[in-house]
T-cell receptor, first 109, second 113 residues
């Protein structure tokens, strides 16, 4: 497909793990990103992964990359209410950055 | 504090009335860009600039203009706004080499009546 695709909603209980999935478009993308957007705020870069890596871990965040399937995922361990936000995956494409539509993560106490 | 600032943060205007949204960064970044965010569509790039006096169209440039006369500023100009330009606009900047690790401004919510 032409678009970066994500499911629109995810709801988890506090303390559980969250997994947000993304399918990107360009197998030659150099970097793949996860951004977080809290209500009324701009986008904050959470983490990124270079395309020659399979996995990257950063504290509670784990990024998995499957280049063959062009699939990217973000796992948040021990999800907290402060993690409630919209999460965007993005790929670099020439001098553009293509974003998915965003996954709204809701964390219930 | 390293940041990207946008002004205004909120704007309501009428069809056809020219407006400018300013964007400024204090990180000496070469690359700057403008996005619009619409529900269910994510962010789409409007224009980008690799450096001073170098600008290029993104995915949705129609109805917009930009200029890059100085490194720190990258204003977005709507010569004749229309209701379909009602959106949330973000400016972003990144260091030399392109769009890696973009820093985003807080956003400008524009309503065109």
């Amino acid at each position: 497909g032409e678009d970066v695709e994500q499911s629109l909603f995810l709801s988890v209980r506090e303390g559980d793990s969250s997994v947000i999935n993304c399918t990107y478009t360009d197998s030659s993308s150099t970097y793949l990103y996860w951004y977080k957007q809290e209500p009324g705020a701009g986008l904050q870069l959470l983490t990124y992964i270079f395309s020659n890596m399979d996995m990257k871990q950063d504290q509670r965040l784990t990024v998995l990359l499957n280049k063959k399937d062009k699939h990217l995922s973000l796992r948040i361990a021990d999800t907290q209410t402060g993690d409630s936000a919209i999460y965007f995956c993005a790929e670099t494409y020439n001098n553009d950055m293509r974003f998915g539509a965003g996954t709204r993560l809701t964390v219930k106490p | 504090e390293a940041q990207v600032t946008q002004n205004p943060r909120y704007l309501i205007t009428v069809t056809g009335k020219k407006l400018t949204v300013t964007c400024s960064q204090n990180m000496n970044h070469e690359y700057m860009s403008w996005y619009r965010q619409d529900p269910g569509l994510g962010l789409r790039q409007i224009y980008y600039s690799m450096n001073v006096e170098v600008t290029d169209k993104g995915d949705v440039p129609e109805g917009y203009k930009v200029s890059r006369k100085e490194k720190r500023n990258f204003p977005l100009i709507l010569e004749s706004p229309s209701p379909n330009q009602t959106s949330l606009y973000f400016c972003a900047s990144s260091p030399a080499g392109g769009i890696h690790e973009q820093f985003f401004g807080p956003g400008t919510r524009l309503t065109v009546l």
